[in-house]
T-cell receptor, first 114, second 115 residues
Framework: NAGVTQTPKFQVLKTGQSMTLQCAQD?????MSWYRQDPGMGLRLIHY???????DQGEVPNGYNVSRSTTEDFPLRLLSAAPSQTSVYFC?????????????FGQGTRLTVV | DAKTTQPTSMDCAEGRAANLPCNHS???????VYWYRQIHSQGPQYIIH???NNETNEMASLIITEDRKSSTLILPHATLRDTAVYYC????????????????FGTGTRLTIIP
């Protein structure tokens, strides 16, 4: 199993540009989520999804959009990149229902906005 | 989610047991203690979790005090590969919706294994 795969691993954007961070999981997990991690800090939840077609906001959702059209994929869209969005982004997935409750994380996308 | 308090950093000699403490004095009755670690800014990795009984798996042991206000993660024979930031998180185990299951990360404990 590949687990949780994030692409790209690195990205540099200019202020105002838009882009989509990709996240895919092959474990048939219901729950998926996006976190960001700023230097020296813990991870903060941006958006999450409890199943295809269902998304909700986390702690820091402003400036980001998500959609969940399939169980496997959960892309994160930056609408108009700002330097404050320079961060490392992590995608995670978790089983739903009565399954295991631990989260599996991808290896991260390092985003720099100049 | 209950707030947790962890030491900022710790050192441990290679081959010795690493004992990482966590205080969670405001934990609720339905909240579990979860431990994750993050190596070299990779994605966090799940280690172990528990409610009130001590737990052990292939990676570590988790000791939770009887009043559940604190816990200790034990890596029995630390290796250089265990150098990482360790996060103690409290949250419901399986709530009615994922909003109750989200992980709230603090700044964790930076554990350095000394050769």
């Amino acid at each position: 199993n590949a687990g949780v795969t994030q692409t790209p691993k690195f990205q540099v954007l200019k202020t105002g540009q838009s882009m989509t961070l990709q996240c895919a999981q092959d474990m048939n997990h219901e729950y998926m989520s996006w976190y960001r991690q700023d230097p020296g800090m813990g991870l903060r939840l941006i958006h999450y999804s409890v199943g295809a077609g269902i998304t909700d906001q986390g702690e820091v959702p402003n400036g980001y959009n998500v959609s969940r059209s399939t169980t496997e994929d959960f892309p994160l869209r930056l609408l108009s990149a700002a330097p404050s969005q320079t961060s490392v982004y992590f995608c995670a997935s978790t089983e739903g229902g009565t399954g295991r409750t631990e989260a599996f994380f991808g290896q991260g996308t390092r985003l720099t906005v100049v | 989610d209950a707030k947790t308090t962890q030491p900022t950093s710790m050192d441990c000699a290679e081959g010795r047991a690493a004992n990482l403490p966590c205080n969670h004095s405001t934990i609720s009755g339905n909240e579990y203690v979860y431990w994750y670690r993050q190596i070299h800014s990779q994605g966090p990795q799940y280690i172990i979790h528990g409610l009130k009984n001590n737990e052990t798996n292939e990676m570590a042991s988790l000791i939770i005090t009887e009043d559940r206000k604190s816990s200790t993660l034990i890596l029995p024979h630390a290796t250089l590969r265990d150098t990482a930031v360790y996060y103690c998180i409290v949250r419901v185990g399986r709530g009615t919706n994922f909003g109750n299951e989200k992980l709230t990360f603090g700044t964790g404990t930076r554990l350095t294994i000394i050769p």
